[in-house]
């Protein structure tokens, strides 16, 4: 593929299942470290669910000075808005559930605090959601979670890409030749996909050199999803509550009834 791009990923601690604002705070880290080895002073992020509506755009909200370094954010059915799948917590035995999961429901001060500013593009973005995702609910509607104001937004089933019939979850996202292609035209395309590029074709393939091996992929999402259906998660990562927001939140909006620590 030409273009093509060298690739680095960030490993969240505890897979992710900790406090959100820490797993943010590794991928603003990471944008400094990893821009300074671009030959082009900048790096392109590309996250998929709570690292896609999460922890890019609160990185971007709280630490401005990386936006800079950003060349272009692609979101793959990301939770801007939350998720109301999240709101199962309130209704589990204590201390069972993640906190970054607590933090993913709809109307937590996590998502509050972020979309006081970050409820727009900081830098370019696309943002690519699925009408038919099982976890980040609702995705249709005026109020779909992965919306997300000023940025370039494309639904898989929209009437010019794949169209209604399209069946596409959550975690296929990750795997789907429809989502890689518009990605893809995204990151050439300067952080904003150009709907009118898409090829019918990409609904059902999309050619890729011999080394992608999307198989791998799948048997990591398989892991992933049994992991969390098994219910067992990290004593370190499971709260009763809501984690409390930084302390730099209630230092930038210290008139909006947040409690830090």
């Known amino acids: 593929m030409e273009p093509g791009f060298d690739i680095c990923w960030v490993d969240l601690p505890k897979k992710a ?7 943010a705070e590794y991928v603003a880290q990471a944008v400094l470290s990893l821009a300074k080895r671009s ?6 992020i590309i996250g998929h669910s709570q690292g896609a509506g999460f922890n890019p755009q609160w990185a971007l909200t709280f630490f401005p000075s990386i936006r800079s370094y950003v060349a272009a954010y692609v979101a793959l059915a990301p939770d801007f808005h939350g998720t109301l799948d999240s709101t199962f917590c309130k209704f589990l035995p204590t201390s069972i559930c993640p906190q970054s999961i607590w933090q993913q429901a709809a109307g937590s001060h996590y998502i509050r605090a972020q979309n006081i500013d970050g409820y727009r593009a900081l830098v370019p973005t696309t943002v690519i959601y699925t009408s038919t995702d099982e976890v980040v609910t609702p995705e249709v509607g005026l109020t779909y979670s992965s919306r997300l104001d000023g940025a370039t937004i494309i639904g898989v089933q929209d009437l010019d890409i794949c169209g209604p019939a399209k069946m596409l979850g959550h975690a296929s996202m990750l795997i789907d030749p429809a989502p890689f292609a518009l990605a893809y035209n995204a990151l050439i395309n300067g952080g904003n996909a150009i709907r009118s590029d898409f090829a019918l074709t990409s609904c059902v393939s999309y050619p890729v050199p011999p080394s992608v091996d999307f198989g791998a992929t799948v048997n990591l999402i398989e ?7 098994s219910g067992f998660f990290p004593a370190e990562t499971v709260s009763s509550a809501e984690p409390p927001l930084r302390k730099y939140v209630c230092d930038r909006y210290p008139d909006q009834g947040f409690s830090c620590a």
């Open 39 to 44: 030959t082009t002073g900048k790096v392109s």
């Open 223 to 229: 892991s992933a999803y049994k992991d969390l259906a």
């Open 17 to 23: 299942l900790v406090d959100a604002q820490i797993s």
